[in-house]
């Protein structure tokens, strides 16, 4: 699996130490959150500040694009000058969203990994114990409020374990301490008849079988989750977008504005899409970055103003005396 090279084995590192402190992959998906935002902290701090003295240059961007409206290169090249003028990096508030980005493909393998190794873990032990004829069995979980085990999707047409070897096809490689046999073994164990009739008696019984917009919908007995991390990853990232976008139409141009136009809607759209086919855990990470950061947002906005009008009252006593 392509887990971005030492990216991922830094992230994973990372997760694998906060989880001996706090043994619930749920919880310990929400520090390791809290710490990526901490140590972006200081970018996002610089590209508050930016988004800021942009904002104070409106009326000269917009006197710019009025004069050149039919020059789009001399308007950019004013604009540029503006820019160095007032000493503004226009590029300064994307880098916040870039390094987010850097961090949240990798954390998409990496999460998927140690699902894949969790999950083959936990069928693997149902094997052990039905072939040791342990009555009742149940596998060690990892459940997080109202979901009952965190690498399965959060979502009411998602089993707590998988219902068949379909649900393992993308797990193709060995990693950590899963081998290939153990995959393979695991697979094969899915599809028989033992596992079906004690996953049957486990809630894997699908009660409810009907469409939902243009897909068939299958909704178990016991349901792992109730899709309320998808749809707050599309609600967050869509205020996340917003906030993060605010004062900041009138210093874009005609293109650049219609393209966040388009963003402000598809990243939402894709947030709920990725969120509901992936593991609670990733969903977990998603909506938790999303709520930290629109938090530090507010909280920036409200600091970096009083800051500014505090500098700016000692600027008139030092004129003053």
């Not at 308007?75 to 003028?85: I, S, T």
Request: glycine share 4%; charged share 20%; net charge positive.
């Amino acid at each position: 699996m392509f887990r971005f090279g030492p990216i991922g084995d830094l992230l994973r590192w990372i997760l694998e130490l906060i989880y001996r402190v706090i043994p619930n992959y749920g919880w310990a998906v929400i520090v390791f959150t809290l710490l990526i935002r901490i140590l972006l902290l200081p970018f996002d701090i610089k590209s508050k500040r930016s988004m800021k003295r942009t904002a104070a240059i409106q009326p000269q961007l917009d006197a710019l694009n009025k004069k050149y409206a039919n020059d789009r290169e001399k308007l950019a090249q004013k604009q540029q000058e503006l820019y160095r003028r007032e000493k503004i990096n226009p590029l300064s508030g994307c880098l916040p969203m870039l390094l987010s980005m850097l961090i949240l493909f990798p954390m998409f393998y990496v999460m998927r990994e140690i699902s894949d190794e969790e999950i083959i873990t936990q069928v693997l032990s149902i094997k052990e114990a039905l072939d040791s004829g342990v009555q009742g069995f149940k596998p060690v979980l990892q459940p997080f409020l109202w979901i009952k085990n965190v690498f399965q999707p959060d979502s009411f047409m998602s089993t707590v374990l998988p219902a068949s070897s379909t649900a393992l096809q993308t797990i193709t490689k060995a990693s950590g301490a899963i081998t290939t046999e153990m995959i393979e073994t695991a697979k094969t164990f899915l599809d028989s008849e033992a596992y079906q009739s004690w996953a049957l008696a486990n809630g894997n019984e699908i009660v409810y079988t009907g469409m939902m917009l243009f897909w068939t919908i299958k909704i178990p007995k016991v349901m792992n989750g109730l899709f309320i991390l998808p749809v707050l990853s599309a609600v967050s990232q869509f205020l996340s977008s917003k906030i993060m976008n605010a004062g900041q139409s009138g210093a874009q141009n005609e293109q650049a504005a219609a393209t966040n136009k388009m963003m402000k809607w598809f990243f939402p759209l894709f947030s709920l899409w990725i969120c509901a086919s992936s593991t609670a855990g990733f969903a977990l990470y998603w909506v938790a970055s999303n709520l930290i950061q629109m938090i530090e947002q507010f909280l920036l906005g409200k600091w970096i103003d009083h800051s500014d009008k505090k500098k700016q009252q000692q600027n008139e006593l030092s004129k003053e005396a």
